[in-house]
């Protein structure tokens, strides 16, 4: 890899670095010996000429995003190396496995790797990158994924971020067929990565799903923002009596009923509707035992933070009023500037707001194969809760 600029940091900003957090923003920076461009690697040094790290450059807020703090630039294998450790911490925790053959192989941050996605989908590596870096260096590490993976690699596809519902997306090698089918706990499921949301399906819910098999049994369940159905899919697996899907997107529905179908489960069990989430709490009282309450990001960044609590509280209250005594909601945020501490205290404002008693049965969060490196901690963004309503 070339390397042409020198980026230098201010007196004291080197701090940061030194504890291997992977961002530098602008700010921090006193002056750069060269002209790089969006994407290009540079070598971080101090305000006394050492050598802190190399990584990403992007004009903006986080202007170097930092992928190795080693002295020495990093050598052809990098890619390799760091695909494979990895895959390595994957297959230690048992992913993939006989009953599970998707899951995330890089999680940005958590893998030393900031601003890369790679998600594998039975044989398909999906490729996204959410830094003009990752997306200049998309060829090196197309080579790696194949040297790491060999054989087992079918096709790898890769998906510009900024560019999701399009079909903009190009194969770096192979090609694969969508809706393609993956095996999760034994469950099966079609993922569309060409026009899916993110790499096609959400990986990060899978330890969570799995969880309200444990509450399904004979119950009537209501699963709010379905996506394709996966909370759907698992509680109908372990024994619900009936199960509800509902989703303002047509198509997300639509895929709903395919994941359904695929499953092999009665449509009797089970029905969709499309329709808001709020508008179709609203008459659903002592209906439901089980309501699962996973909505999209509602902020995105921290101007939207205020706007999203008062949605948050207004989807938990609401759900919370609706149950039946003595039932169980799994409630969730996916927005990263949201921390645990104040998802937590908005689900007990919309618990005061709703007059229930309820008990917290789990805390939840992403699983291992999404990492959070301890010196990011804003790598942890989903959170979640199972609540006991009285």
């Given at each position: ?56 450059y ?7 995003r ?25 297959t ?36 996204q ?5 990752m ?73 969570n ?33 009936v ?26 069990q ?18 439901y ?16 933070k205020?706007?999203?609590m ?51 049965l ?27 309503i009285?």
């Amino acid at each position: 890899m070339e390397i042409n600029t020198i980026v230098f940091l201010k007196a004291g900003r080197e701090f940061s670095v030194q504890r291997y957090h992977p961002w530098i923003f602008s700010g921090a920076i006193q002056k750069m010996e060269g002209e790089p461009k969006d994407g290009d690697w540079v070598e971080v040094k101090d305000s006394k000429n050492k050598t802190l790290a190399y990584g990403h450059y992007q004009k903006g807020s986080i202007t170097i995003r930092v992928l190795s703090f080693e002295n020495d630039k990093p050598g052809a294998e990098f890619w390799i190396n760091k695909i494979m450790a990895a895959y390595s911490l994957r297959t230690n925790t048992d992913i993939p496995n006989e009953y599970t053959n998707c899951y995330r192989l890089i999680h940005a941050e958590g893998d030393g790797l900031p601003g890369l996605v790679i998600d594998i989908y039975n044989g398909v590596a999906v490729v996204q990158a959410h830094s003009a870096g990752m997306q200049a260096d998309r060829e090196e590490i197309s080579n790696a994924l194949k040297i790491v993976f060999k054989e087992s690699l079918h096709a790898i596809y890769y998906k510009n971020a900024s560019k999701e519902g399009s079909k903009d997306g190009e194969y770096l090698f192979g090609m694969g067929v969508v809706p393609h089918i993956v095996s999760e706990h034994g469950n099966k499921f079609y993922v569309d990565w060409e026009l899916g949301q993110k790499t096609g399906f959400f990986l990060d819910q899978r330890e969570n799903r799995n969880l309200l098999s444990v509450f399904s049994k004979g119950k009537k369940i209501l699963n709010t923002f379905c996506y394709t159905g996966g909370f759907s899919v698992y509680a109908l697996q372990a024994g619900a009596e009936v199960v509800h899907s509902v989703d303002a997107s047509e198509k997300a529905v639509a895929l709903t009923r395919k994941n359904i179908e695929l499953n092999g489960f009665d449509p009797i069990q089970h029905e969709c509707f499309t329709l808001d989430t709020f508008e179709f709490l609203k008459d659903k009282k002592d209906v439901y035992d089980v309501i699962i309450l996973d909505p999209p990001a509602f902020a995105k960044h921290k101007e939207a933070k205020h706007q999203a609590m008062k949605g948050y509280q207004r989807l938990n209250a609401e759900a919370m009023r609706t149950i039946k005594s003595g039932g169980i909601i799994f409630t969730f945020s996916c927005s990263q500037v949201v921390d645990r501490q104040l998802f937590y205290d908005t689900v007990v404002s919309a618990a005061i707001q709703a007059g229930r008693q309820i008990k917290v049965l789990h805390h939840l969060s992403q699983p291992a194969d999404h990492p959070v490196s301890i010196f990011h901690s804003e790598g942890e963004y989903l959170k979640g809760l199972v609540l006991y309503i009285l």
